[in-house]
């Protein structure tokens, strides 16, 4: 078991300490990096109720699952593979043991894109995405990342703008759906 001024390590689960008053510290990322540099497992944990909600490193095999089951059930299975997600970060957010929304993060020098952004249907609007791209904002800059971009559906831009994503002039067609990239410096 580590410690530090504000955080508490085991088991590879990073908690906030709390102070006298039992009220979480606030917790920086920097903090984060400064204990475990490259801990990428559990880095964030909330309690909503009852309900345990992990955001962590999850395998490619389960990341395909969720995305064949939200973004292309009409396709065959390996549609949805990517020939590079070997190369890359793939991030869940689970809740109670299940899998409710992942994406996957490429990196390349100081640019990244994430791609294959999928929350299932009946957890969406609940928060889960937006917690899941938002950690992963914060992975990539403390990776060194200065710009990160996406392929945006049409219809999720004012999703990504909430997250200060901009789009660019460049977009395109695929499989009928308009998308956009959006882009963002760090």
């Not at 955001?55 to 549609?79: A, G, N, T």
């Not at 609007?125 to 559906?153: H, Q, T």
């Not at 901009?166 to 759906?177: P, Y």
């Amino acid at each position: 078991m580590k410690r530090s001024k504000h955080l508490i390590v085991k088991n590879d689960i990073i908690k906030p300490l709390k102070n006298e008053n039992s009220e979480r510290k606030d917790v920086s990322w920097r903090n984060i990096q400064s204990v475990v540099p490259e801990l990428l497992i559990d880095r964030k944990r909330r309690q909503e109720g009852n309900m345990e909600t992990t955001i962590r490193k999850v395998d490619k095999q389960q990341v395909w699952e969720l995305r064949h089951q939200v973004m292309w059930s009409d396709k065959p299975f390996d549609y949805i593979k990517l020939e590079d997600d070997d190369l890359g970060f793939h991030f869940g957010l689970i809740r109670e043991n299940k899998l409710i929304s992942v994406v996957s993060l490429f990196i390349n020098n100081e640019e990244a894109q994430f791609r294959k952004f999928a929350t299932l249907q009946q957890e969406q609007g609940k928060g889960y995405g937006s917690a899941l791209l938002d950690f992963v904002l914060k992975e990539a800059k403390i990776r060194g990342v200065k710009r990160i971009w996406c392929n945006a559906r049409i219809n999720k831009v004012d999703f990504y703008r909430k997250f200060g994503l901009q789009e660019s002039k460049s977009n395109f067609i695929k499989d009928g759906k308009s998308y956009v990239i959006m882009e963002r410096y760090l």
